[in-house]
């Protein structure tokens, strides 16, 4: 939920939607979007999605959809890694304009949105759900449960977020300039390259929201002109903010289009007098052209060049291009639930599967024998080899690659896996892996999911491979938003 910004003369770009690792610009740790001209919409774009209220209701479900239920299919001729660069990430502002036209965009948006707290939420997309109260909301999603997995009869209801403003530890903003040459930050307008002039954000950190203001007050006098895709001109981005939601620390990402800044240990030195708090700053460079927010090439101007954050008991390094869930409360809930329903005694072998930094293997690692996590981003490896180390776990491997390659590599060595956790990213996960898990004798499939449709699909595959539905729970990871992260077990019935 936005507040307008200032600056109101002329916006553009486009809204683009974030993704693990590698990001695609904000307007949701990932499918590539391809740029379009400004006022159009891009092609090709797919959709995504993020305490117990009740039960499900019963009767035809109304409102939004995830799609077209039953009628998702497996990425012709892709396979969908174990958290590669641009492959993962669900919710608010990662998404925006979610699951296409069918859902509340466009003149719907408009009018539903008339009475929005938020004076942009008509062109920034994000939050769907403004109209509605925070208990509509949770029946609203649990309607999408039910039409997507109520087949199974065992979902118990939605886990609900106690406070649901500001929970976003992660801000991305767009720049550009206005009419008049004067810079604005803030968001892209669902389904065009406009930027929306953004002052602050009811679901996103307001630390992060200061400090983005901060740094757009301190261009001019610095000389540092904002990018303009169409002409090539310009240096400034973007700006990305992460903050450790438990230790506090603050990291600043100035994503730039060339390496050069401008009297950077100055403008290093003036941001930190106005921010004491920020205890890292890294400048990013992508000179291509591309929807891609983040470039390969960082040099760390001030801190260590990564915060760290506690989360399930444990501390995590992150780095700006690692995969990190934005809702750090709602997330421990997520990992409680995945790990209760893992059952685990200390004598399994676990896999985790699209583990990103670690998260979910190293908090359930105190509960098992051995711990492996696989990871197509090599970042986030780094950062989970560290995150092992840090928490002097001992029973962890982490691996970079393809999951499924791994676990059929895992299965010609005659090895087994008792437990799989699994984080696709929201096109779900492919054939090839489903089969790989089946053939390392996995006991029990804990299947997290940002997307309720493909993890439908998936839940099929699993089914023809002899696993049967057993557990399943909601959470709502994304407030005011039309996205639901789902988790589920799977045991195994037959061979």
Same mark, same amino acid.
């Given at each position: 939920?936005?507040?307008?910004?200032?600056?109101? /003369?002329?916006?553009?770009?486009?809204?683009?939607?974030?993704?693990?690792?590698?990001?695609?610009?904000?307007?949701?740790? @990932?499918?590539?979007?391809?740029?379009?001209?400004?006022?159009?919409?891009?092609?090709?774009?797919?959709?995504?999605?993020?305490?117990?209220?009740?039960?499900?209701?019963?009767?035809?479900?109304?409102?939004?959809?995830?799609?077209?239920? /039953?009628?998702?299919?497996?990425?012709?001729?892709?396979?969908? /890694?174990?958290?590669?660069?641009?492959?993962?990430?669900?919710?608010?502002?990662?998404?925006? #304009?979610?699951?296409?036209?069918?859902?509340?965009?466009?003149?719907?948006?408009?009018?539903?949105?008339?009475?929005?707290?938020?004076?942009?939420?008509?062109?920034?997309? /994000?939050?769907?759900?403004?109209? +509605?109260?925070?208990?509509?909301?949770?029946?609203?999603?649990?309607?999408?449960?039910?039409?997507?997995?109520?087949?199974?009869?065992?979902?118990?209801?939605?886990?609900?977020?106690?406070?649901?403003?500001?929970?976003?530890?992660?801000?991305?903003?767009?720049?550009?300039?206005?009419?008049? #040459?004067?810079?604005?930050?803030?968001?892209?307008?669902? &389904?065009?390259?406009?930027?929306?002039?953004?002052?602050?954000?009811?679901?996103?950190?307001?630390?992060?929201?200061?400090?983005?203001?901060?740094?757009?007050?301190?261009?001019?006098?610095f000389k540092i002109k904002t990018y303009d895709?169409?002409?090539?001109?310009? +240096?400034?981005?973007?700006?990305?903010?992460?903050?450790?939601?438990?230790?506090?620390?603050?990291?600043?990402?100035?994503?730039?289009?060339?390496?050069?800044?401008?009297?950077?240990?100055?403008?290093?030195?003036?941001?930190?007098?106005?921010?004491?708090?920020?205890?890292?700053?890294?400048?990013?460079?992508?000179?291509?052209?591309?929807?891609?927010?983040?470039?390969?090439?960082?040099?760390?101007?001030?801190?260590?060049?990564?915060?760290?954050?506690?989360?399930?008991?444990?501390?995590?390094?992150?780095?700006?291009?690692?995969?990190?869930?934005?809702?750090?409360?709602?997330?421990?809930?997520?990992?409680?639930?995945?790990?209760?329903y893992a059952g685990l005694t200390g004598e399994?072998?676990?896999?985790?599967?699209?583990?990103?930094?670690?998260?979910?293997?190293?908090?359930?690692?105190?509960?098992?024998?051995?711990?492996?996590?696989?990871? +197509?981003?090599?970042?986030?490896?780094?950062?989970?080899?560290?995150?092992?180390?840090?928490? &002097?776990?001992?029973?962890?491997?982490?691996?970079?690659?393809?999951?499924?390659?791994?676990?059929?590599?895992?299965?010609?060595?005659?090895?087994?896996?008792?437990?799989?956790?699994? @984080?696709?990213?929201?096109? &779900?996960?492919?054939?090839?892996?489903?089969?790989?898990?089946?053939?390392? &004798?996995?006991?029990?499939?804990?299947?997290?999911?940002?997307?309720?449709?493909?993890?439908?699909? @998936?839940?099929?595959?699993?089914?023809?491979?002899?696993?049967?539905?057993?557990?399943?729970?909601?959470?709502?990871?994304?407030?005011?938003?039309?996205?639901?992260?789902?988790?589920?077990?799977?045991?195994?019935?037959?061979?």
């Open positions: 939920m936005k507040q307008a910004g200032r600056n109101d /003369g002329r916006t553009q770009k486009g809204r683009m939607e974030m993704r693990r690792g590698g990001e695609i610009s904000r307007g949701n740790t @990932d499918e590539k979007t391809r740029r379009s001209p400004k006022g159009k919409t891009p092609e090709g774009r797919t959709s995504t999605g993020r305490t117990p209220i009740g039960s499900f209701p019963t009767g035809r479900t109304q409102g939004l959809s995830y799609g077209s239920a /039953g009628k998702e299919r497996f990425p012709d001729g892709k396979k969908t /890694g174990s958290g590669a660069a641009g492959s993962k990430s669900c919710g608010a502002h990662e998404s925006r #304009g979610a699951y296409g036209s069918r859902g509340l965009h466009g003149a719907r948006t408009a009018r539903l949105m008339a009475s929005s707290p938020c004076p942009v939420s008509g062109k920034c997309g /994000g939050c769907q759900y403004l109209h +509605l109260s925070y208990e509509q909301q949770l029946e609203k999603k649990k309607r999408m449960l039910r039409e997507a997995l109520g087949e199974y009869r065992v979902l118990s209801g939605i886990i609900w977020m106690e406070h649901p403003y500001h929970y976003r530890n992660k801000v991305h903003a767009a720049f550009d300039h206005d009419r008049k #040459g004067n810079p604005i930050s803030g968001v892209y307008q669902e &389904g065009t390259h406009e930027v929306v002039p953004v002052e602050s954000c009811l679901i996103e950190d307001e630390k992060a929201d200061a400090i983005i203001g901060s740094i757009r007050s301190l261009l001019p006098s895709e169409d002409t090539g001109y310009g +240096l400034l981005r973007h700006v990305m903010v992460r903050r450790g939601f438990v230790s506090g620390e603050i990291m600043v990402v100035l994503v730039t289009a060339s390496p050069i800044l401008p009297s950077k240990n100055h403008f290093v030195k003036a941001l930190l007098k106005l921010h004491p708090e920020i205890t890292t700053i890294i400048q990013n460079v992508n000179d291509r052209a591309t929807s891609m927010v983040l470039g390969e090439r960082e040099t760390v101007l001030y801190g260590k060049g990564y915060i760290e954050d506690t989360l399930c008991g444990l501390t995590f390094r992150i780095s700006s291009k690692s995969f990190y869930q934005v809702n750090p409360v709602q997330t421990q809930k997520l990992y409680q639930k995945a790990i209760e399994e072998v676990v896999v985790d599967a699209y583990c990103g930094i670690g998260t979910i293997g190293l908090a359930a690692a105190g509960n098992a024998a051995q711990v492996i996590g696989v990871e +197509l981003n090599a970042d986030a490896v780094k950062d989970a080899v560290v995150n092992a180390r840090r928490n &002097g776990i001992r029973n962890a491997r982490f691996y970079q690659g393809d999951a499924g390659e791994f676990l059929r590599r895992m299965a010609d060595a005659k090895e087994r896996a008792d437990v799989i956790f699994l @984080d696709p990213p929201r096109t &779900g996960s492919t054939k090839e892996f489903i089969e790989a898990a089946a053939s390392v &004798g996995a006991k029990k499939i804990v299947y997290i999911s940002c997307n309720p449709q493909t993890q439908a699909r @998936d839940l099929k595959v699993f089914e023809r491979m002899g696993y049967g539905v057993k557990k399943g729970m909601g959470v709502d990871m994304f407030p005011w938003t039309e996205h639901v992260e789902t988790v589920v077990l799977m045991s195994r019935v037959k061979d």
